[in-house]
């Protein structure tokens, strides 16, 4: 199981995400190997899902599913298309609980299905003591400033939309938090960015925070690491140096870094008195 994300399964309606971020991981990494080109619904994701959902139920092998760990399940297509929806009632009809991961206010539209998952879910033993629900709604951001999500995040519901929409869940009574991923090297990772990130996503209800430096993958015109360096040379030119240092050869920023990432935020994390994990 995956204690950071809790969850002991992951399903993703979708393959690939019309919201076009630069940084998206997915792109050039084993995360998006079996993605087909452009946007597809796994139409036939119902079907499975209720074989396998049946099969762990009989053995009482109840676990989180992290519900769009890979791409966001709430796409605009989500709104004609409705797949997601159809199988959040699987879920429910087979009472396994549920971390949802998202950008997008189209969520509002299935609150009443989360809701019953929340009061009907198995919650595994492991997390008895800690909940009493079967679902967490968790909100990604790379950045609650607009003008640098609109470049990083062309096709993504504004920060502004996700933090009201997080704010709504949480009136309607569900456990909700933020997810801080990734956070991008000198435009928002430092002190001074988390520590507003964080107030504001508090100030909307969040009950937890996590987060996670950025990853860059791949040499194609299409992977993620080609893209995130065209687009700062255009916008940021004198941070690809600065960048390009952090990351030496690798994928992932120097340990000297990452190290120093999660010390500034679980102090901010102390600051605002809020939690660093969801449970
Ligand atoms: S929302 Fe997530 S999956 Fe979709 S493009 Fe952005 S990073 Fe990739």
């Given at each position: 199981m995956d204690d950071w994300f809790l969850s002991g399964y992951s399903l993703n309606p979708?393959?690939?995400?019309?919201?076009?971020?630069?940084?998206?991981?997915?792109?050039?990494s084993k995360y998006g190997e079996n993605q087909v080109p452009g946007l597809a619904a796994k139409i036939n994701a119902p079907e499975v899902l209720v074989k396998q959902l049946k099969n762990r139920a009989r053995k009482r092998e109840y676990g989180f599913i992290a519900f769009g760990s890979a791409t966001d399940p709430y796409l605009p297509v989500e709104e004609d298309l409705r797949l997601t929806r159809e199988l959040l009632i699987i879920i429910l009809r087979f009472r396994f609980p549920l971390h949802l991961l998202t950008r997008?206010?189209?969520i509002l539209q299935d609150l009443d299905i989360l809701k019953k998952i929340g009061e009907k879910a198995v919650i595994p033993d492991q997390f008895q003591d800690k909940t009493d629900t079967g679902v967490v709604l968790s909100f990604s951001f790379s950045t609650t400033d607009e003008h640098l999500a609109r470049i990083f995040e062309p096709g993504a519901p504004s920060p502004q939309e996700r933090l009201e929409t997080m704010k709504q869940c949480k009136e309607e009574g569900f456990t909700v938090g933020a997810i801080f991923m990734p956070l991008l090297p000198f435009l928002s990772d430092r002190e001074e960015h988390l520590d507003e990130m964080i107030r504001k996503v508090k100030e909307s209800g969040a009950d937890f925070v996590m987060a996670s430096g950025l990853t860059l993958f791949g040499?194609?015109?299409?992977?993620c690491k080609t893209r995130y360096y065209e687009v700062l040379e255009e916008?940021?030119?004198?941070?690809v140096p600065k960048t390009r240092v952090i990351f030496g050869n690798s994928f992932a920023p120097s340990r000297k870094y990452q190290n120093e990432l999660h010390q500034r935020f679980v102090r901010l994390c102390q600051k605002y008195q809020i939690r660093n994990r969801v449970y």
């Open positions: 979708y393959s690939n995400c019309s919201f076009n971020c630069v940084y998206c991981y997915t792109r050039g997008s206010p189209l040499e194609g015109p299409q992977d916008h940021f030119p004198e941070l």
